[in-house]
Nanobody
């Protein structure tokens, strides 16, 4: 089992930045691809970013490319999401996920192995 706990969410003005963290406990997180997803009220869950086990490859959803950066520190069992140039449409609950599959497929996978509870990000205009 892997337990995931997100932190770092909050209220920020448009154009601002936030850094989300997701701390993993249980099994060694270096065995898993890690990713971030978000879900706004009334909308389907959206893929945000994913990173491979050794952080050699990263993948992003089209709506966040060039603004968000995913990274991981396997020594700390933590994955991060640096969010810059935030827009009101980025408002959502952001959740991290861990999967035994490849990072490239996290955005299209029907199920993923583990999920965190999520953290709210609100961007005001």
């Amino acid at each position: 089992q892997v337990q995931l706990a997100e932190s770092g969410g909050g209220l920020v003005q448009a154009g601002g930045s936030l850094r989300l963290s997701c701390a993993a406990s249980g099994r060694t997180v270096s065995n898993y691809a890690l990713g971030w997803f978000r879900q706004a009220p009334g909308k389907e869950r959206e893929f945000v970013a994913a990173i491979s086990r050794a952080a050699m490859r990263t993948y992003y959803g089209d709506s966040v490319k060039g603004r968000f950066t995913i990274s991981r520190d396997n020594a700390k069992n933590t994955v991060y999401l640096q969010m810059n140039s935030l827009k009101p449409e980025d408002t959502a609950v952001y959740s991290c996920a861990a999967d035994s599959g490849v990072a490239q497929n996290m955005g299209v996978a029907r199920t993923l192995d583990y999920w965190g509870q999520g953290t709210q990000v609100t961007v005001s205009s």
